[in-house]
């Protein structure tokens, strides 16, 4: 079982973000690269995880795409994974101005 949320924001840039959850919750985030995703931060927390990346990604054929069409409207995403429903770290995030909760899903 997983425990997943998608937050969501136009008002920070990926890398604002990144400087505000390290500051907020003491996490430190490492860059990575993929070619689905695009670059993408990542933080590994001690039951999960967590993932800042932009919305806009780029696409096989030049055009850019969304990683979360649902979403379209937030520009960078946050996406936490932890096997089950962490308060403490929803809070945190919760707290951080500009950043929205978009989606919960349990899996």
Do not use: C, K, W
């Not at 500051?23 to 800042?52: K, M, N, Q």
């Not at 979403?71 to 960078?76: L, N």
């Amino acid at each position: 079982m997983a425990d997943h949320h998608t937050y969501g924001t136009s008002t920070h840039t990926a890398s604002e973000l990144v400087r505000l959850v390290s500051d907020r919750l003491g996490l430190v985030f490492t860059e990575r690269h993929s070619d689905f995703r695009g670059s993408y931060h990542l933080a590994r927390i001690p039951d999960g995880r967590i993932e800042i990346q932009p919305n806009p990604i780029p696409g096989d054929d030049d055009e850019v795409d969304l990683y979360a069409p649902e979403h379209a409207a937030a520009q960078v995403l946050l996406l936490t994974t932890t096997p089950t429903a962490h308060p403490a770290l929803q809070a945190g995030l919760d707290s951080i101005e500009g950043l929205t909760h978009l989606n919960h899903e349990t899996t």
